[in-house]
C-alpha cells in the first residue's frame, strides 16, 4: 500500500511503496501516458507531464531515489519501501493530467485503483502537514487545473520554479490554490503575463511556445 509523508520544509510530500506497488502505479501512469500524441501540439505537454512522473516512479521501484523501512501495527515483520520526492504543485499537476486523459481511455479496475490510492495518500499528506491550508488544496485533488491547456508542461515549469523559490512554510503552502488559479486560469492577469513572456521567448529563440523548456533550475530543499 502506498504512504505518503510531507517533507520537512513542507515544500512537498515523499511518496513510498513496495516494489509492487510502485510498479503497479508506474504501469498506470505510462500506459495512460502512452494514449496522448507527443506530436500533437494539443497533447504533447500531458505526455511529457505523465512521463516526467512516470519517469520518477521508476527510478524509485528500481532504486534509486529515497528507501525506508516500515513495520506496520501488530507486525513484528518490517518491509522495504522505496519512494520518491515530488513538490506540492507537481503532484497535484500530475494527478489532474491522470484524471483527465483517464477520462478519455478505457481504464480497468486495477488502475483505477492505483489513482484513487495516489490521490487518498496525497490528501492524507496535504491534512499531516497543515489541515487548514489542506481544507482548500484538497479541491485541487483531479479538479480545478485546466490541465489540457496546451502550454501546460512550461507553465509547470514555471509554477514548479516559483513555488521552490518562494519562502518555505505554511504561508507558502497555503498559497498554493492562488498560484494554481494564478498560473492556469486565462481569466488571470498573471496567466496572460506569462504566456506573453513565453511568446516573447519563442520569437527569440526562433521556436514554439511547446518546443520551450527552462534550463535552469533551483536546488529544492525538502
Same mark, same amino acid.
Given at each position: 500500500m502506498l504512504? $505518503?509523508?510531507?517533507?520537512?520544509? @513542507?515544500? @512537498? *510530500? %515523499?511518496?513510498? +511503496?513496495?516494489? @509492487?506497488? *510502485?510498479? %503497479?502505479?508506474? &504501469?498506470?501512469?505510462?500506459?495512460?501516458?502512452?494514449? *496522448? #500524441?507527443?506530436? /500533437?501540439v494539443r497533447t504533447k505537454g500531458q505526455n511529457q507531464l505523465l512521463m516526467n512522473f512516470a519517469?520518477?516512479? !521508476?527510478?524509485?521501484?528500481? +532504486? #534509486? !531515489?529515497?528507501?525506508?523501512?516500515?513495520?506496520? &501495527?501488530?507486525? $513484528?515483520?518490517?518491509?522495504?519501501?522505496?519512494g520518491f520526492h515530488c513538490i506540492w504543485t507537481d503532484i497535484l499537476i500530475f494527478i489532474s493530467a491522470l484524471r483527465y486523459n483517464a477520462g478519455y481511455t478505457q481504464t480497468d479496475k486495477l488502475q483505477q485503483a492505483n489513482m484513487y490510492m495516489l490521490e487518498y495518500v496525497v490528501e492524507r499528506? *496535504?491534512? /499531516?502537514?497543515? @489541515?487548514? +491550508?489542506?481544507? &482548500?488544496i484538497k479541491n485541487f485533488i483531479a479538479q480545478g487545473i485546466h490541465i489540457s491547456d496546451q502550454?501546460?508542461?512550461?507553465i509547470y515549469q514555471a509554477l514548479h520554479i516559483r513555488f521552490v523559490t518562494d519562502k518555505p512554510g505554511k504561508k507558502r503552502f497555503r498559497n498554493i490554490p492562488t498560484l494554481l %488559479? &494564478?498560473?492556469?486560469s486565462i481569466w488571470r492577469q498573471e496567466y496572460n503575463d506569462l504566456i506573453r513572456?513565453?511568446?516573447?521567448?519563442?520569437?527569440?529563440? /526562433?521556436c514554439e511556445i511547446t518546443d520551450l523548456e527552462f534550463a535552469d533550475f533551483p536546488d529544492i530543499v525538502w
Open positions: 504512504q $505518503a509523508y510531507p517533507t520537512k520544509n @513542507g515544500t @512537498g *510530500l %515523499s511518496i513510498f +511503496g513496495d516494489y @509492487g506497488d *510502485l510498479a %503497479s502505479l508506474y &504501469d498506470t501512469v505510462h500506459e495512460i501516458a502512452k494514449t *496522448l #500524441d507527443e506530436n /500533437n519517469y520518477e516512479i !521508476r527510478k524509485a521501484y528500481s +532504486g #534509486d !531515489r529515497l528507501t525506508d523501512k516500515v513495520k506496520f &501495527d501488530g507486525s $513484528a515483520h518490517e518491509l522495504h519501501y522505496f499528506a *496535504l491534512f /499531516n502537514y497543515d @489541515g487548514e +491550508g489542506a481544507a &482548500d502550454y501546460v508542461f512550461i %488559479s &494564478d498560473y492556469f513572456s513565453f511568446e516573447a521567448s519563442a520569437k527569440q529563440q /526562433n
